[in-house]
């Protein structure tokens, strides 16, 4: 079955770059996500990736995926209080229609 | 952007009641919507695949006779917490896809906080 994994907090200061990491255990996957949550609001897509590209860039966002450690991550630029949040990856697989399987969340905080 | 409306946002109930929640999707269709559950500082669980037009697909341990879901239009779709219970208390979150765009991202709702007295 997939797996999803992150680590659960980081701490990082205002202006830094924030690195959020996430593996999973399926090789299926076709798309991988980020999602923000802020507190007691729903999910916001940040980004997502194509299983078949390595990198994708969006302001101050850049996603990397290695397929073969089967690990993604997202760094922040720039870091701002604002992007004090919980951070979710997901992934759907190949023949597993729209199911999204999340990973357990980082919760960033940003100090000032 | 796709965007889903969840209503409502806060529900105090007490046991025994039953609580609808819905969610629409304000700018496109969605023939599959999703429902979520989130405990606290945990990931989130999919309880159910709501199908327009067609019963629900549940996740293995979700009693569909508690929790009911019925997605009579294609920008509409309702989970109904029956005869709730304290242990009922959550963030439930739905989630909708553009309807042809396989693959395209999920866009969730902002979430329902249920607390059941």
């Known amino acids: 079955g997939e797996d999803v994994e992150q680590s659960l907090f980081l701490s990082v200061r205002e202006g830094d770059s924030s690195v959020i990491n996430c593996t999973y255990t399926?090789?299926?996957?076709?798309?991988l996500y980020w999602y923000k949550q802020e507190p007691g609001a729903g999910l916001q897509l940040l980004t997502y990736?194509?299983?078949?590209?390595d990198m994708k860039q969006d302001q101050r966002l850049t996603v990397l995926l290695n397929k073969k450690d089967k690990h993604l991550s997202l760094r922040i630029a720039d870091t701002q209080t604002g992007d004090s949040a919980i951070y979710f990856c997901a992934e759907t697989l190949t023949g597993g229609g729209n199911k999204l399987t999340f990973g357990t969340g980082t919760q960033l905080k940003v100090e000032l | 952007g796709a965007v889903v409306s969840q209503h409502p946002s806060r529900v105090i109930c007490k046991s025994g009641t039953s609580v609808k929640i819905e969610c629409r999707s304000l700018?496109?269709?969605?023939?599959?919507m999703f429902w979520y559950r989130q405990f606290p500082k945990k990931s989130l669980m999919l309880m159910a695949t709501?199908?327009?037009?067609?019963?629900?697909?549940?996740e293995q341990g979700v009693e569909k006779d508690k929790f009911l879901i019925n997605h009579a239009s294609l920008t509409l779709s309702t989970l109904t917490v029956t005869s709730a219970h304290p242990e009922d208390s959550s963030f439930y979150i739905c989630?909708?896809?553009?309807?042809?765009?396989?693959?395209?991202?999920?866009?969730f709702g902002n979430g329902t906080r249920l607390t059941v007295t």
């Open positions: 399926d090789s299926s996957s076709t798309y």
């Open positions: 990736i194509f299983s078949n590209m």
């Open positions: 709501s199908n327009e037009g067609s019963k629900a697909t549940y």
């Open positions: 700018d496109f269709q969605a023939t599959t």
């Open positions: 989630s909708a896809r553009r309807t042809g765009l396989n693959n395209s991202p999920l866009h």
